[in-house]
């Protein structure tokens, strides 16, 4: 959730050229006055979709795009929750993190979404689309993007091959890690990496018994980063030899040559999604349906992936992109997954246990 | 100064406005903080405005109280270094020529424009192994290999300082700036070295000034909170940096909100015994 504005490609301003496209905006969308207002995370990010995400979708379907900041964390949810109070949305359309898509079910902040209407959403993959407890579809998957092991290749010029080594003595105090149980999702990694899988964390006990287990990172711990850019400035310079990063930006890092390398462990990189969900007081979700339907089709999937270095959400054979590209991006092994679930029930408890151990 | 009251209620017209700014912009908010922090938490936002204690029950866990005494330590510590270093070298300002007391002071009026997300980086880059005094110490001899200096308490404690100084030194100076030059030359007449004037003279003549800055500096230093996280390990993280991430990352505003204000009341109430012991050392 503190994701930020990290997605960005060099190429970005190279442009994906003209996408092909099947999409026949009905022309009662095209008419309509005031542009559909979407938001996603600030930044680069959004310096991304402005630059070639919105014109093309405008040039396919006629519909124009205000873009709008959001900003990141929970804030934006709480902005969207009050202003729903007062019958307005600031956004029609907002890239959310998966736990504040949820929270938002909660309070019946989304529209649910007419999937007739959005025939491209049936390629995204089914684990990335939110549902109501009555089966109503409340939010898409937009992008994705992996948090793998990232190394300083000066100093360890061999390849990490699990995350298990990130435990090993000889890494002493020279770890960057996350420093949050709601972003570094160490619990996860640790319970793949040792326990079996993520279903471990299934009780209190096995909870805690996977938490004392992240507790052996500390001593190998040098920095727990709240920052993307204090930990990215230390590796890149050496500083901070290995730890725990985003698999796009490390590759960003890596093309203009500093000597940084993204290591997709045997157990999985961790994936995290950002997910399309529309604000239920918007009187555009006619054309926020479009926009997510655009946004679902693989063409559109891989071009992100070109431009933007996110992962698609949808699957590898539906897509264009050759090896090399997708490897840019993305793994073929199975990942680790948010229990997104358990920090959306348990967020005071998981908060408070951790904190106790990261601070004791 | 004008002494005599107003002799009609319009006369109190100016004090309308910032009395009224006072409240809307002081009490209002602080009063809905108050009521905030006895709100049960819904989560992702939300709140139900019924009463109940439970922000408070949680806070008094060994672990709210040895984040708190962090939270001493670092402001105790920064406000202690503010002063041995920021009272002598504003005696030697007030003394110096005019241009340079200029000089320093703009130096110091522009420390407080800094983001200190830049002073953060700044410290830890200094302090750093590859490009900080690691690799000056290492090519002086001074150590073996470049080694880094943070994070730890002792960058905290030094980027902490160097936000804290400014005000210790504006604190002081104006107060300082009153000495009167016969005073020194008094004590040197009767033979002390200027060391002893200043230690035996000059610092216990101005004990309350002292132990004041020091309170301030040590209030104004418990509310950091992104040098902490930047600068230091997680067991240099202080109270505020939990506000912070109650408030911003778990959007759980009730407990921010019994969390600052517990913070608060054991501020005040710190700041009362010393004011209370100062009071009563000045006597005695």
């Known amino acids: 959730m503190i994701r930020t504005s990290s997605l960005t490609r060099r190429t970005l301003l190279k442009t994906a050229g003209a996408m092909p496209l099947a999409l026949a ?33 405008t040039k396919a379907t006629g519909i124009e795009i205000e873009s709008i900041a959001v900003p990141t964390g929970e804030a934006w949810l709480i ?54 407890e009555n089966g109503g579809l409340a939010a898409v998957g937009a992008v994705s993007w992996y948090i793998t092991v990232a190394t300083n290749t000066d100093t360890f010029p061999e390849p990490i091959g699990s995350w298990a080594e990130l435990w090993d003595p000889k890494y002493q105090d020279s770890l960057g890690l996350l420093a949050l149980v709601s972003n570094s999702y160490l619990l996860e990694i640790t319970a793949k990496t040792f326990f079996g899988g993520t279903e471990y964390l299934s009780s209190d006990e096995s909870i805690l018994e996977v938490l004392a287990k992240v507790a052996e990172l500390k001593p190998n711990t040098r920095l727990w980063y709240r920052d993307e850019a204090q930990f990215e400035q230390a590796l890149k310079s050496g500083e901070i030899p290995i730890g725990q990063y985003y698999h796009d930006v490390t590759g960003l890092a890596a093309a203009d040559g500093f000597p940084v390398r993204s290591n997709f462990p045997k157990e999985g990189g961790l994936r995290e999604s950002g997910n399309w969900a529309v ?66 029930e348990r967020t005071d408890w998981l908060n408070q246990i951790w904190a106790e151990m990261l601070q004791a | 100064m004008i002494q005599s009251r107003p002799r009609t209620p319009l006369g109190y017209l100016p004090i309308l406005l910032p009395a009224f700014a006072l409240f809307a912009f002081y009490v209002v908010p602080f009063g809905s903080m108050v009521g905030m922090s006895f709100f049960h938490n819904l989560g992702g936002g939300a709140y139900e405005e019924v009463f109940t204690l439970e922000n408070y029950a949680r806070l008094f866990s060994p672990f709210f109280l040895s984040v708190l005494a962090t939270s001493f330590e670092v402001a105790f510590l920064v406000a202690l270094f503010a002063i041995v270093v920021g009272f002598p070298f504003t005696y030697l300002l007030v003394n110096a020529r005019r241009g340079t007391q200029v000089f320093w002071l703009i130096v110091m009026l522009s420390v407080l424009s800094l983001s200190e997300a ?57 107060i300082l700036s009153r000495i009167e030059p016969d005073i020194e030359q008094a004590s040197r007449t009767l033979g002390a070295s200027p060391l002893r004037a200043f230690f035996n003279v000059i610092v216990p003549m101005h004990r309350t000034p002292i132990v004041v800055s020091f309170v301030m500096i040590f209030v104004f230093t418990l509310g950091s909170y992104l040098l902490p996280q930047i600068l230091g390990r997680p067991t240099n993280w202080t109270l505020s940096v939990v506000i912070s991430d109650q408030a911003l990352l778990q959007s759980n505003m009730p407990f921010a909100a019994a969390l600052s204000i517990f913070l608060m009341t054991v501020t005040i109430l710190l700041v009362l015994l010393v004011t209370l012991m100062n009071r009563k050392g000045a006597k005695a």
């Open chain 1, 279 to 344: 604000a239920g007081v918007s009187d555009k979700i006619d054309q926020a349906q479009v926009f997510i339907d655009y946004m679902s089709q693989p063409s559109v999937q891989a071009m992100l992936a070109r431009n933007l270095g996110t992962a698609p959400n949808v699957a590898r054979e539906s897509m264009d992109l050759t090896d090399e590209e997708f490897a840019a991006v993305s793994s073929e092994i199975e990942p680790v997954v948010p229990r997104y679930d358990l920090h959306f």
């Open chain 1, 25 to 57: 905006a009905p022309s009662v969308l095209r008419a309509a006055g005031d542009p559909l207002k979407v938001g996603v995370y600030g930044g680069y990010f959004q310096d991304s979709f402005d630059s070639f995400v919105y014109p093309e979708f």
């Open chain 1, 79 to 132: 902005q969207l929750q009050q202003a729903a109070r007062a019958k307005r949305a600031p956004a029609d359309v907002s890239m959310m993190a998966t736990v504040s898509i949820m929270r938002g079910m909660r309070t019946g902040l989304w529209a649910t979404l007419d999937e007739a209407a959005m025939p491209n959403v049936s390629n995204i993959l089914p684990t990335l689309q939110n549902r109501y």
């Open chain 2, 118 to 174: 830049i002073i953060g980086f700044a410290w830890s880059t200094l302090l750093s192994r590859t490009a900080g005094i690691g690799v000056l110490f290492e090519a002086l001899g001074l150590t073996e290999k470049a080694q880094s200096y943070a994070p730890s308490l002792g960058a905290v404690l030094a980027g902490v300082t160097y936000i804290a100084m400014p005000y210790a030194v504006l604190l002081l100076y104006p």
